[in-house]
């Protein structure tokens, strides 16, 4: 009973000026109690009237009294705050604009810890006592507090909404139903509650599933994730690994070579020395003899003279200089283009490979694939730049604009022999490889030949007229045929007609990793003309195949 009777009269241990719990309580001459803090600054305000008045009895105070600590009063607040018999502050239980007020108070009012669908009204925890005591309220409906408890009363009969019209879908009151919903489908909310409950817990019970579906599904990414940066890891360190080994091997094979190279220079070297020494040796040898010559040329006696020529010694066999050959280039010449070719070579092999690589790489895709783009903004997200391969086109095709335009002409272009060029149909292909996602579009000029726009692999075969090397005629190329007022798909050298209005611009969407080849008429709205959905083994190249009489050019989209 203690216990219940401070709580009940818990405001005597609050300030009357900020409402809240005594801190550092004082008491004025008059009896009354405050925070020491609070009726300073209360009297602060009246300084300059030079009175000083309680705020509760208003009794007036002068000179400014000195407020000495209520030391009782103090210590009592601290031991029930202890104890748990007095909350610590005023906020936990008075009702602030955020709660729930109780209907029952006076004066200031506590928080709501109940309210009753059928009195229709929030109670605090004191006024909520007989609510719990009578039997014939512990029958009413209590639930969490909750400002809305007007809204459960009819606005036309002032009375409870106990029923649910199925047919209007609202709440209603009994009056209701036998008013303005007479013949509708009326049930008791109860029982439209209990439906709704069950078609909740279903939704709950998916909403469940799929939480759970989900969590497995972020698992499984957690791991893809990890399964991803340890491959990505391993095949760096491979890689890394085997490029220095390749450089390894080309350090030692280039040492190999200069070794080579410098025992070769020293041998040869060697010769050319020796072969020196014995000019030199000659040279010496024969000075000497044509000294001896002359001394017997300038004798004077004829009969010494005569006597002597006879034991003249006969000249050796001369190492005459036009034995020497000079080779009009340097000696290892041949050695340095040798290995500038087998760079050229290596730098080709490299390049293939680079593509080769990069292709797998791209095709790393463990999510699942995007959709299609479908506005022309979408699509520009993925545009390429593409550019014409001169090396790749036919003889009678002039490429213009940047290697973007081609023109059929009536004479032979400049062009050098090379093997990836077309030798007999008018075709070209691009010079960028596509891989991943890309877009691109083609302006389409007249003319009754047609333009064929398409994509392929690089391995398509160039020289011949065979189909092997037509556009759409084999396994290795797609393309859309554009000519007069019809378009026409080929592959594998089947065609199949393809409806739609004709444009001067088309577009094409390429998602390598998915197998997904688009091509679209242009306009105000992207128009499908024809989807192939396939796998492709091999980096793609644009091509054109262009009739006489018409062009086709890359646009520029950036």
Not at 84 to 91: F, K, Q, R, T
Request: glycine share 4%; aromatic share 6%; net charge negative.
């Amino acid at each position: 009973m203690a216990q219940q009777e401070i709580q009940v009269d818990r405001e005597r241990f609050c300030c009357s000026i900020c409402l809240d719990l005594l801190k550092d309580p004082v008491a004025t001459g008059c009896g009354h109690s405050y925070c020491k803090s609070c009726i300073n600054t209360h009297w602060d305000k009246g300084e300059e009237r030079g009175s000083y008045s309680c705020p509760q009895c208003r009794q007036t105070f002068t000179p400014r009294p000195v407020l000495e600590k209520n030391t009782m009063l103090a210590d009592l607040v601290e031991e029930l705050k202890k104890t748990g018999l007095l909350a610590a502050s005023a906020d936990h239980c008075y009702a602030g604009p955020e709660d729930v007020a109780c209907d029952v108070c006076t004066g200031r009012k506590l928080k709501a810890l109940k309210s009753c669908l059928n009195c229709l009204a929030s109670y605090c925890e004191k006024h909520l006592q007989l609510h719990l005591k009578s039997a014939a309220l512990k029958k009413h409906k209590l639930v969490e507090p909750s400002e809305k408890l007007q809204e459960n009363i009819c606005s036309r009969h002032d009375e409870v909404m106990k029923m649910f019209c199925r047919t209007d879908q609202q709440c209603i009151c009994y009056l209701c139903s036998v008013d303005e919903h007479k013949g509708h489908d009326t049930v008791t909310a109860a029982a439209e509650r209990t439906e709704r409950q069950r078609e909740l817990e279903l939704r709950r019970q998916t909403i469940q599933q799929r939480v759970q579906d989900t969590e497995k599904d972020v698992k499984l990414l957690q791991q893809e994730e990890e399964a991803i940066n340890g491959s990505a890891d391993k095949a760096v360190e491979d890689i890394e690994e085997i490029f220095t080994e390749m450089i390894r091997l080309l350090e030692k094979r280039s040492s190999d070579v200069e070794q080579q190279i410098r025992s070769q220079q020293e041998t040869e070297v060697s010769r050319v020395r020796e072969l020196q020494e014995r000019l030199e040796q000659e040279i010496t040898e024969l000075k000497r003899k044509d000294h001896e010559l002359k001394q017997l040329s300038d004798t004077e006696d004829h009969n010494q003279f005569l006597h002597n020529y006879p034991s003249l010694s006969p000249l050796s066999e001369s190492t005459h200089s036009s034995s020497i050959r000079i080779r009009p280039l340097r000696y290892f010449e041949d050695v340095r283009a040798a290995v500038s070719q087998v760079r050229g070579r290596l730098q080709d092999i490299l390049s293939e490979a680079e593509t080769a690589i990069l292709q797998i790489v791209s095709q790393v895709d463990v999510l699942l694939p995007q959709p299609e783009p479908q506005t022309r903004a979408d699509f520009l997200k993925y545009s390429q730049e593409i550019t014409l391969d001169p090396n790749t086109a036919y003889k009678l095709l002039l490429l213009s604009e940047g290697n973007r335009k081609v023109t059929v002409m009536s004479e032979e272009q400049s062009y050098s022999n090379h093997p990836d060029r077309f030798t007999d149909w008018r075709q070209v292909l691009s010079r960028e490889s596509l891989t991943g996602r890309c877009y691109w579009e083609v302006k389409v000029g007249g003319g009754r030949g047609g333009v064929d726009v398409a994509v392929t692999y690089k391995n398509v075969t160039r020289a011949g007229n065979s189909h092997e090397c037509l556009f759409g005629y084999n396994d290795k190329s797609w393309s859309l045929t554009c000519v007069g007022n019809n378009y026409n798909f080929y592959y594998n050298s089947i065609m199949t007609p393809v409806s739609g209005p004709l444009s001067s611009r088309v577009g094409v969407y390429l998602d390598h990793s998915a197998g997904v080849l688009s091509f679209y008429r242009v306009s105000d709205t992207m128009t499908l003309l024809h989807r192939v959905q396939t796998t492709f083994t091999q980096p793609l190249y644009a091509g054109f195949g262009v009739g006489f009489g018409s062009t086709a050019e890359f646009c520029k989209l950036k």
